[in-house]
């Protein structure tokens, strides 16, 4: 019913930046919070950074001053805006969002397949 596919992964230098897109797509009513997450190979996934539907943010310490994330509620859409990229922030990230699939209906949960985010020299 709902799809969310992030964009825009890839291998960057210390330093870099580099801007991620989820894009909701199918059949729902609304998109409520939408958080990006990261996980690395042998480590606990994490919280990166969250919207609300006003666009209110929330940032993980290790990404503060860092890390944007932003929203266009017109295209469905949540950014995360990565600039003075660190080895340790190599990870896959993924998009989750809180969907309500109609007027009358609760939210449920979706998860986008994630994108990777290398960052060496």
């Known amino acids: 019913q709902v799809q969310l596919v992030e964009s825009g992964g890839g291998l960057v230098q210390p330093g870099g930046s580099l801007k991620l897109s989820c894009a909701a797509s199918?059949?729902?009513?609304?998109?409520?919070?939408m958080t990006w997450y990261r996980q690395a190979p042998g480590r606990q996934r994490e919280l990166v950074a969250s919207?609300?539907?006003?666009?209110?943010?929330t940032y993980a310490d290790s990404v503060k001053g860092r890390f944007t994330v932003s929203r266009d509620n017109t295209k469905n859409t949540v950014y995360l805006q990565m600039d003075s990229l660190k080895p340790e922030d190599t990870a896959v990230y993924s998009c989750?969002?809180?969907?309500?699939?109609?007027?009358?209906?609760?939210?449920?949960?979706?998860w986008g397949q994630g994108t990777q985010v290398t960052v060496s020299s």
């Open positions: 989750y969002g809180n969907v309500q699939s109609g007027l009358y209906s609760s939210t449920r949960p979706y």
């Open positions: 199918g059949s729902f009513f609304r998109i409520y919070a």
């Open positions: 919207t609300t539907r006003d666009g209110t943010t």
